[in-house]
């Protein structure tokens, strides 16, 4: 039996406060996560959750609630949104007290009306200040968090974004399990400037041997065929990384990011023989790189060694 193929993982605690009885906690720290230069507004977002029944229960990947103040425009309270945390179990202090979130400004205009519309909760976080008093339920999901003896794997993490925030989690808290075995982070960003905690994971990928950082850019400098790069270009593009460690048994693959990362990392697995981290419900032909999305969604789920957090 391969290491992947005995994967257990630990149980967890789920909703200790729940929306309807959660818990005041401070902001700790609100810092920008981007470079200065970026348009973008995204900031790494500490809770002091000392004293609460929160302190050390978080782990890596799970996600923090949010319950923002006030009425929608139906004249009922703002529904409870969902952060993942960025942070390992241990916590940014090392004790379990402090846990951060990565949140991204939401701010745009609607297309037919030409009006601004601004994110509920995400500008709400974004606006608090060291201090504020936040309503916090959780913790929330058991599905996307590290198995039980977790550096008894290799991992090869794909995120976009905000997506990026379960793998620092991750990554630190294998980093402190003392983690020989090769993790690749994929991340996607529309420039340079959106990189987020590109310092830290730049650093660890100068360090460290076992571990691999992939920064893709996609609106930078196309791909040979004029095409945006994006995570599921370096199946192909760094082939010669990614597939030694895709093909080894005890190989796992997490994904966190925008929804259109799945069928593109599933085209991705497919065309490059990886089929070990696909379940086929029905047999597919032609070249995976033109199934289409409706198709892969019917014919193809992952399998056990490939997790999904998308959006
Ligand atoms: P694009 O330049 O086409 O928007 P952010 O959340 O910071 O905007 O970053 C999302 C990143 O994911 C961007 O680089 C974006 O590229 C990219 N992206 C968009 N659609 C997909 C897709 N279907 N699969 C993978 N990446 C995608």
Redesign the pocket.
């Known amino acids: 039996m391969t290491a992947a193929e005995d994967l257990r993982f630990p149980d967890v605690d789920l909703n200790i406060y729940s929306k309807n009885n959660p818990v005041d906690v401070p902001i700790l720290k609100s810092e920008i996560a981007t470079r200065a230069s970026s348009p973008?507004i995204?900031r790494h977002i500490v809770f002091d959750l000392s004293g609460t029944e929160l302190e050390g229960r978080f782990v890596a990947g799970q996600s923090i609630g949010i319950l923002p103040p006030g009425l929608n425009e139906k004249g009922k309270p703002h529904v409870l949104r969902l952060y993942s945390i960025c942070s390992p179990s241990f916590g940014e202090d090392g004790q379990g007290r402090q846990y951060a979130t990565t949140v991204?400004r939401l701010i745009g205009e609607h297309w037919d009306t030409q009006q601004l519309f601004t994110g509920v909760c995400s500008n709400y976080l974004s606006s608090l200040r060291p201090g504020d008093m936040v309503k916090v339920t959780g913790p929330s999901g058991k599905r996307f968090i590290l198995p039980e003896q977790p550096e008894q794997f290799n991992y090869v993490f794909f995120a976009?974004?905000?997506?990026i925030a379960p793998f620092r989690g991750m990554v630190m808290e294998l980093m402190k399990r003392g983690n020989k075995k090769n993790i690749a982070l994929v991340f996607?960003?529309?420039?340079r400037t959106?990189l987020l905690y590109d310092s830290f994971f730049r650093g660890l990928d100068e360090r460290e041997s076992w571990f691999h950082y992939l920064p893709?850019?996609?609106?930078e400098n196309p791909r040979t065929d004029g095409s945006?790069?994006?995570?599921?270009s370096q199946l192909t593009d760094r082939a010669d990384l990614l597939k030694p460690i895709l093909e080894r048994d005890d190989t796992l693959i997490y994904v966190c990011?925008?929804?259109?990362?799945?069928?593109?990392?599933i085209q991705g697995l497919a065309a490059n023989g990886l089929h070990q981290y696909l379940k086929y419900k029905e047999e597919l032909s032609g070249d995976p790189i033109g199934w289409d999305e409706q198709t892969i969604r019917r014919s193809i789920k992952p399998s056990g060694r490939m997790f999904l957090e998308v959006y």
């Open positions: 973008n995204i991204k976009t974004g905000t997506g996607g960003s529309p420039y959106d893709t850019i996609s609106r945006r790069p994006y995570v599921q990011g925008l929804k259109g990362m799945e069928t593109g990392i």
